[in-house]
C-alpha cells in the first residue's frame, strides 16, 4: 500500500489558498481514479483506491500546516506503511508556477507540513514540489502562500492538476522520471505555427536575341547582292 498525502489548510476559507496546492492534486486524483468516499480518520480525511494495481489511501490532514506531521505518523503507523512509501503533494516557493519536481528526502526548505512530517516520521518519502513561483522577496511569502490564487492562474493550475492525476500511476509504479517528463509534456504550452515559406520569385523573362541590323546606306538584300557581283567579276 501506498500512503498518498496531499497538504494544506482545512476549511473553505483556506480551499483556494496556493498553500492548499496539494489537498487540490489530492482532491482531482481521487476523482480521476473513482476513489471511494472521503471519511474521517487519523485527524485526517481519508479515501481509499487503486492506481495502477498499487492500493492507495489518500490523506488530507485536517491539523493545519504545521502540525501535518501527526496526522501523515498515526495513518503510517496503523497501516504499516514503510515511510519509502509515503508521497506528499506540496507547495514550491522555489518552482515555477505550473511546474513540478519529484525528490526523495532532503530538507524541508522552510515549509511547515515538511518539517512536521520530518520530525514525526523522517525524511525518507518521496515529495511531488508543485511549483506555485515565488513573490520575490522572502517577507512577502506567507501573505503570498496563504493567499487565493487568481484567476489567470487557472490557465496552468488546472492542466497541471489534470496531468498529476492522469500520469500519476507512473508515480505509483516508481518511474518519478517518466512521470516528471510526462507532466512537463502534457502542460507544455502549444508552439507557434510555423511561418510560411514566402513564395519562390519568378525567373526572369529571357532577354530576345539580340539581331544586328542591316548595314547602313541600304537593305540586308541589297548587301548580299553586292557580296554576289564581286564574285562574278
Avoid at 68 to 89: H, M, N, T, Y
Avoid at 94 to 102: E, H, M, S
Avoid at 189 to 209: F, I, N, R
Amino acid at each position: 500500500m501506498l500512503l498518498l498525502v496531499g497538504l494544506g489548510n482545512p476549511g473553505s476559507d483556506y480551499a483556494r489558498n496556493r498553500h492548499n496546492i496539494g489537498f487540490m492534486a489530492a482532491d482531482v486524483i481521487v476523482r480521476r481514479h473513482s476513489f471511494g468516499p472521503w471519511r474521517s480518520k487519523f485527524q485526517a480525511e481519508i479515501a481509499e483506491g487503486t492506481i495502477g494495481g498499487e492500493k492507495v489511501l489518500v490523506l488530507k490532514p485536517q491539523t493545519y500546516m504545521n502540525l501535518s506531521g501527526q496526522s501523515v505518523a498515526a495513518a503510517a503507523r496503523f497501516l504499516k506503511v514503510p515511510v519509502d512509501d509515503v508521497i506528499v503533494l506540496h507547495d514550491e516557493l522555489d518552482i515555477a508556477p505550473g511546474r513540478l519536481k519529484v525528490k526523495r528526502g532532503g530538507g524541508a526548505g522552510g515549509h511547515n507540513g515538511l518539517k512536521s512530517i520530518d520530525s514525526h516520521l523522517g525524511q525518507t518519502y518521496r515529495r511531488v514540489r508543485l511549483g506555485i513561483g515565488h513573490p520575490g522577496d522572502r517577507n512577502l511569502v506567507s501573505g503570498y502562500v496563504l493567499h487565493d490564487f487568481a484567476k489567470v492562474d487557472e490557465a496552468w493550475l488546472v492542466p497541471l492538476l489534470d496531468a498529476v492525476a492522469d500520469t500519476f500511476p507512473m508515480l505509483v509504479s516508481g518511474d518519478d522520471a517518466g512521470f516528471m517528463t510526462r507532466v512537463a509534456h502534457l502542460t507544455a504550452p502549444p508552439k507557434p505555427p510555423k511561418a510560411a515559406k514566402p513564395a519562390a520569385e519568378a525567373a526572369p523573362a529571357p532577354t530576345p536575341a539580340q539581331v544586328s541590323p542591316p548595314p547602313s546606306g541600304g537593305s540586308l538584300a541589297e548587301a548580299l547582292k553586292a557580296v554576289m557581283n564581286k564574285f562574278k567579276s
